[in-house]
């Protein structure tokens, strides 16, 4: 696609529920980032996938967080049993991965508003 | 592991020239980003350094030097548009062959007419 895409851009549910959130990067971006975005706070670092590579999950602050990505493209973000304090925006990011010139910067979708009441 | 530093606020004023500081701690290297970021939107890039000295583009201008750890984004002839989070982000070399963008937790610019 012509950008990362995610979905949904609001998502409102009850504590105690499950939610997935969408990331389709662009086409060709192997590395991919999701950050967490309380408001008005700086992006906090979730799990990163690069390519086959087993992922790093060293953000993810708990087990209720889980991320795959399926066939090197989409990206799901699966978080169980919300909490309010998970309420917050997530953001994906892709880029090039490793091979491929450094200065490749990170691209990002517009977030998934998550607010848990 | 990694570490990155920048002051979490600033104010400048309309016309001016404002200067971002990012200091960094990183076991490997690889890069460093600066990135823009309005209120309720996505980060989008502005800058990339990977060799010391000054990389200049337009009103923004951005400085690396390795040795230290240190970063800055300038900013001239400042416009409200400008008022914004700019973001400090560095490649890290974190297993071989795969680098990883950690990014700082931003520095919040506001614009005084």
């Known amino acids: 696609g012509a950008g990362v895409s995610q979905s949904p851009s609001n998502k409102v549910t009850e504590k105690g529920k499950d939610v997935e959130l969408r990331c389709d990067p662009i086409s060709g971006h192997t590395a991919l980032y999701w950050y967490r975005q309380s408001l008005g706070q700086g992006l906090e670092f979730l799990i990163y996938?690069?390519?086959?590579?087993?992922?790093?999950k060293s953000g993810l602050p708990s087990d209720r967080f889980s991320a795959e990505r399926t066939g090197g493209s989409v990206s799901t973000l699966t978080i169980q049993r919300t909490q309010q304090e998970d309420s917050a925006v997530y953001l994906c990011?892709?880029?090039?991965?490793?091979?491929?010139?450094?200065?490749?910067?990170?691209?990002f979708g517009q977030g998934t508003r998550l607010t848990v009441v | 592991g990694q570490n990155i530093d920048q002051p979490t606020e600033m104010t400048a004023t309309e016309g001016a020239i404002v200067q971002i500081n990012c200091t960094y701690q990183t076991s490997g290297f690889n890069g460093l980003f600066w990135y823009q970021q309005h209120a309720g939107e996505a980060p989008t890039f502005l800058s990339y350094?990977?060799?010391?000295g000054l990389e200049e583009k337009g009103r923004f201008s951005s400085f690396l030097s390795r040795s230290k750890g240190y970063s800055y984004l300038l900013l001239k002839e400042l416009q409200m548009k400008d008022s914004a989070s700019y973001l400090c982000a560095v490649r890290e070399l974190w297993r071989p062959r795969d680098d990883k963008i950690i990014f700082g937790k931003g520095t919040r610019l506001h614009i005084l007419p």
């Open positions: 990011a892709g880029s090039l991965g490793w091979g491929r010139p450094t200065n490749t910067a990170a691209f």
């Open positions: 996938f690069q390519g086959n590579s087993a992922p790093d």
């Open positions: 350094n990977v060799l010391d």
